[in-house]
C-alpha cells in the first residue's frame, strides 16, 4: 500500500535546518583558516619544512582549507604530506596527497597511507613544523599496527569491537596500544626530530579532550596496556574472537616489554599544541540559535549523551513527556548529542545506524505524543550501514506510518531502522558533509 505523506514543510524544514546550523559551524573551510592565523600571527609564519599529516572524516577538507589559506597568507612556504579519509569524504588539494581508507574497520589502503605518513614524520628535521590535521575516524583509517600484528588482525580486532558493542572510548583504547602513529606516537616521532608540532582538531568525543579525538596520535595518553586488557575482558573478548598476535602485544607491554603509550612526562620542554578547533557543543549551541529564530525554547540537554541508541531513545521519550506533562508555555526544542551505541545480536545484520536506531526507539516511546517530532543525524553524513546521514519524522510521518500498516517494534527489533524510515521517505540524506562533531539530535514539542 502507497501513501502519499501529506507537506510537512514548516516541521521538516525546522528539523533539517537545524541539523544544517549545527553542521554549517564545523566547516573546515572557515574554521581552519581561523585557527591558523592564530597559531602562526604575522611575521611567525612556518619557515623550515612545512609537513602536513592528517587522518578522518573531516581531514581532507581541513587539508584543502590548509592549502588555500597557505597560498593566501605563507606563498614562500613549502606544503607536503598525505592525509588519510574514508571513502568518498576526498577534496581537491595540490601539495599534500590524499588517501581514502576504510572506516570503520581499517583496510590495507589506510595501512599504506599510514606507513607513508609516518615515513615522512620520520624524515622532519630540527625547525621544521609538521601540522597534524584529525578528526573523527581517524583511529581506523591511521590503523598502522605496531612489528608483529598484520592488517588483517587489527580488522579482526576492530569488528569483535564493534559487535561486542563497546563505547568508542573503549575501542579507542584498545587501537592506541596495538598501533604505531596513535596514543601520541606520531608526535613521538615528531619530536625525537627535533620538529615542533601543532595539531588542529574537530571533535566528535564527549569532553573534547585531544587524547580521545582520533586516539590522539599527537596528545598524551592517559590510558596503559592494562586498561586495554581489561577492557576485551570486560566484553568477554578472548582468544575466540581476538588474534593471538594482538594478545600476545598487549600482554608484552604490561610486562614492560614495549613501550607505553605517549605520556605527559615525554612532553617536557617538546614543541607540541594540540587545538580542538569544532566541538559537538559549539554545533548545539548553533542549532539552538537557529530554532530560537521559529519560535522554539531550546534547551540543549548535553553533548556527552551516550549509551545503547535504544535505551536513550526511550529515556528522552520519557523526558519530552514530562515536560508536556507540566505545560509548556511556548513552543520547546530539546537538543542533544553525543555518540550511542548498538549491540547487534549474533546472526543479525542490521540496517542503519546508532542515529536511526535511537530514532525509532523514540518514534515508539512517544506513541502517546502524536505531535511530537524529531530528527537524528551524524554530522559526517553518513550513519552506521547505510549512506543516509540519519532520519525524521514529523506527526503526518506516523500518521503514514499507521496507514502503512508498518511495525516499529518489528523493525527495531531486527534493527533495521534503516529500513523503516526509508518506507516512510523518511531519511535525511546529505553525503559527506566533510566535518564531524558527533552525532545531532533535536525533539521538537509544540504546544
Given at each position: 500500500?502507497?501513501?502519499?505523506?501529506?507537506?510537512?514543510?514548516?516541521?521538516?524544514?525546522?528539523?533539517?535546518?537545524?541539523?544544517a546550523a549545527a553542521v554549517a559551524v564545523a566547516d573546515p573551510q572557515i574554521i581552519v583558516p581561523r585557527y591558523l592565523a592564530k597559531i602562526f600571527p604575522a611575521g611567525q609564519e612556518p619557515k623550515g619544512k612545512c609537513l602536513v599529516i592528517g587522518a578522518g572524516k573531516a581531514?581532507?577538507?581541513?587539508?584543502?582549507?590548509?592549502?588555500?589559506?597557505?597560498?593566501?597568507?605563507?606563498?614562500?612556504?613549502?606544503?607536503?604530506?598525505?592525509?588519510?579519509?574514508?571513502?568518498?569524504?576526498?577534496?581537491?588539494?595540490?601539495?599534500?596527497?590524499?588517501?581514502?581508507?576504510?572506516?570503520?574497520?581499517?583496510?590495507?589502503?589506510?595501512?599504506?597511507?599510514?606507513?607513508?605518513?609516518?615515513?615522512?614524520?620520520?624524515?622532519?628535521?630540527?625547525?621544521?613544523?609538521?601540522?597534524?590535521?584529525?578528526?573523527?575516524?581517524?583511529?581506523?583509517?591511521?590503523?598502522?599496527?605496531?612489528?608483529?600484528?598484520?592488517?588483517?588482525?587489527?580488522?579482526?580486532?576492530?569488528?569483535?569491537?564493534?559487535?561486542?558493542?563497546?563505547?568508542?572510548?573503549?575501542?579507542?583504547?584498545?587501537?592506541?596500544?596495538?598501533?604505531?602513529?596513535?596514543?601520541?606516537?606520531?608526535?613521538?616521532?615528531?619530536?625525537?626530530?627535533?620538529?615542533?608540532?601543532?595539531?588542529?582538531?574537530?571533535?566528535?568525543?564527549?569532553?573534547?579532550?585531544?587524547?580521545?579525538?582520533?586516539?590522539?596520535?599527537?596528545?598524551?595518553?592517559?590510558?596503559?596496556?592494562?586498561?586495554?586488557?581489561?577492557?576485551?575482558?570486560?566484553?568477554?573478548?578472548?582468544?575466540?574472537?581476538?588474534?593471538?598476535?594482538?594478545?600476545?602485544?598487549?600482554?608484552?607491554?604490561?610486562?614492560?616489554?614495549?613501550?607505553e603509550t605517549l605520556k605527559d612526562i615525554d612532553l617536557v620542554n617538546a614543541q607540541v599544541a594540540n587545538h580542538v578547533i569544532a566541538t559537538a557543543y559549539t554545533s548545539l549551541e548553533a542549532a539552538a540559535e537557529y530554532v530560537r529564530t521559529q519560535g522554539y525554547e531550546p534547551?540543549?540537554?548535553?553533548?556527552?549523551?551516550?549509551?545503547?541508541?535504544?535505551?536513550?531513545?526511550?529515556?528522552?521519550?520519557?523526558?519530552?513527556?514530562?515536560?508536556?506533562?507540566?505545560?509548556?508555555?511556548?513552543?520547546?526544542?530539546?537538543?542533544?548529542?553525543?555518540?550511542?551505541?548498538?549491540?547487534?545480536?549474533?546472526?543479525?545484520?542490521?540496517?542503519?545506524?546508532?542515529?536511526?536506531?535511537?530514532?525509532?526507539?523514540?518514534?515508539?516511546?512517544?506513541?502517546?505524543?502524536?505531535?511530537?517530532?524529531?530528527?537524528?543525524?551524524?554530522?559526517?553524513?553518513?550513519?552506521?550501514?547505510?549512506?543516509?546521514?540519519?532520519?525524521?519524522?514529523?506527526?503526518?510521518?506516523?500518521?503514514?506510518?499507521?496507514?502503512?500498516?508498518?511495525?516499529?517494534?518489528?523493525?527495531?527489533?531486527?534493527?533495521?531502522?534503516?529500513?523503516?524510515?526509508?518506507?516512510?521517505?523518511?531519511?535525511?540524506?546529505?553525503?559527506?558533509?566533510?566535518?564531524?562533531?558527533?552525532?545531532?539530535?533535536?525533539?521538537?514539542?509544540?504546544?
Open positions: 500500500m502507497t501513501v502519499q505523506i501529506p507537506s510537512t514543510a514548516t516541521t521538516e524544514a525546522i528539523l533539517k535546518n537545524a541539523f581531514s581532507a577538507s581541513m587539508a584543502n582549507a590548509l592549502e588555500a589559506y597557505a597560498k593566501k597568507s605563507w606563498p614562500t612556504v613549502k606544503l607536503a604530506g598525505v592525509v588519510l579519509t574514508r571513502y568518498g569524504h576526498s577534496s581537491p588539494t595540490s601539495h599534500i596527497k590524499i588517501v581514502e581508507a576504510g572506516h570503520p574497520v581499517p583496510d590495507q589502503a589506510g595501512m599504506d597511507g599510514a606507513k607513508e605518513a609516518l615515513a615522512l614524520t620520520k624524515q622532519l628535521h630540527p625547525g621544521d613544523i609538521l601540522i597534524a590535521l584529525v578528526s573523527g575516524g581517524g583511529s581506523s583509517l591511521l590503523t598502522l599496527p605496531h612489528e608483529g600484528i598484520s592488517i588483517e588482525d587489527m580488522r579482526k580486532t576492530t569488528e569483535a569491537l564493534l559487535r561486542s558493542g563497546a563505547p568508542i572510548e573503549d575501542m579507542n583504547v584498545v587501537r592506541k596500544h596495538l598501533s604505531a602513529i596513535l596514543g601520541g606516537n606520531l608526535a613521538r616521532v615528531a619530536i625525537a626530530q627535533g620538529a615542533r608540532v601543532e595539531a588542529l582538531l574537530i571533535s566528535d568525543v564527549t569532553g573534547d579532550s585531544p587524547a580521545d579525538i582520533a586516539s590522539g596520535p599527537c596528545a598524551a595518553d592517559y590510558s596503559t596496556y592494562l586498561d586495554a586488557l581489561n577492557i576485551l575482558d570486560k566484553y568477554s573478548l578472548t582468544e575466540q574472537s581476538i588474534p593471538a598476535s594482538v594478545l600476545n602485544h598487549l600482554k608484552q607491554g604490561l610486562a614492560g616489554e614495549k613501550p534547551i540543549i540537554l548535553g553533548d556527552t549523551i551516550t549509551g545503547e541508541a535504544q535505551e536513550v531513545g526511550a529515556s528522552q521519550g520519557v523526558l519530552a513527556r514530562d515536560y508536556v506533562k507540566r505545560g509548556l508555555s511556548k513552543p520547546v526544542a530539546l537538543i542533544s548529542g553525543g555518540e550511542c551505541t548498538v549491540t547487534i545480536p549474533p546472526g543479525l545484520k542490521g540496517r542503519g545506524g546508532r542515529c536511526t536506531e535511537y530514532l525509532l526507539s523514540l518514534f515508539i516511546a512517544s506513541q502517546d505524543m502524536p505531535k511530537l517530532a524529531a530528527l537524528a543525524a551524524d554530522t559526517d553524513g553518513i550513519d552506521g550501514s547505510e549512506k543516509n546521514a540519519g532520519a525524521w519524522y514529523s506527526p503526518e510521518v506516523r500518521q503514514a506510518s499507521q496507514a502503512m500498516g508498518l511495525m516499529p517494534e518489528k523493525f527495531l527489533l531486527a534493527h533495521d531502522c534503516y529500513g523503516f524510515f526509508a518506507e516512510l521517505g523518511a531519511l535525511v540524506e546529505t553525503g559527506p558533509t566533510l566535518t564531524n562533531v558527533n552525532d545531532f539530535r533535536i525533539i521538537l514539542l509544540d504546544k
